[in-house]
């Protein structure tokens, strides 16, 4: 019968803690950053569709005649 290694009365040296970044970081609590907004629409589809939709962009106007997708405000 084989025992198990008893454990290590110390574990060893501490690792080291990460490095700071070398870039700037932006200020994620700047008063000047615009509040964020929610609306809410009903559409009757399953979500997945709108999912696959936003990455596939280039059926919408052969298959639902949509003109443009532009980017929204």
Known sequence: ???RPTPRSSPGPAPTPPSPPT???PNLFSTTTPALRFSRTEIGTHPQEILEN???TTHLYPLHAFPDSAVLD
């Open 1 to 3: 019968m084989r025992r």
């Open 23 to 25: 870039w700037p970081l």
């Open 54 to 56: 936003n990455v596939d």
